[in-house]
């Protein structure tokens, strides 16, 4: 592979990237805004609280071996903890360098670092 080819791979990789991160943050910032939107009880702190909760919840998870997003949000339902509480979660183990994300035919797969 000569290097116009590699940076031609390397712009379209990055691209796929940022719109998938993109994609990301408008998810959450829809999560977040159902979170905080007029009528809900629970204030940032709770918010927290909840999240990290969570994160505990799917570190132990984890500690047992990988899972797919879908088994992840199953697990958490089953301990009281809904879709956007989950998703959270996982965000708040990744900021912290906890986890590792990764595809496997077409499938995201998390494991402990």
């Not at 379209?12 to 959450?28: F, H």
């Not at 809904?82 to 499938?107: F, Q, T, V």
């Amino acid at each position: 592979m000569d290097m116009e080819d590699l940076n031609s791979k390397i712009g379209k990789t990055s691209r796929a990237l940022y719109q998938k991160l993109e994609e990301g943050e408008s998810a959450l910032n829809r999560i977040i805004s159902e979170k905080f939107s007029e009528g809900s009880s629970m204030d940032t702190e709770d918010l927290n609280l909840k999240i990290g909760e969570a994160a505990g919840v799917l570190y132990r998870r984890l500690e047992k071996g990988e899972c797919t997003l879908s088994q992840i949000k199953n697990y958490l339902a089953e301990n009281g903890f809904d879709a956007s509480i989950a998703i959270m979660a996982i965000g708040w183990l990744a900021r912290e360098d906890k986890i590792h994300a990764y595809k496997a035919s077409n499938i995201w797969l998390l494991k402990l670092n």
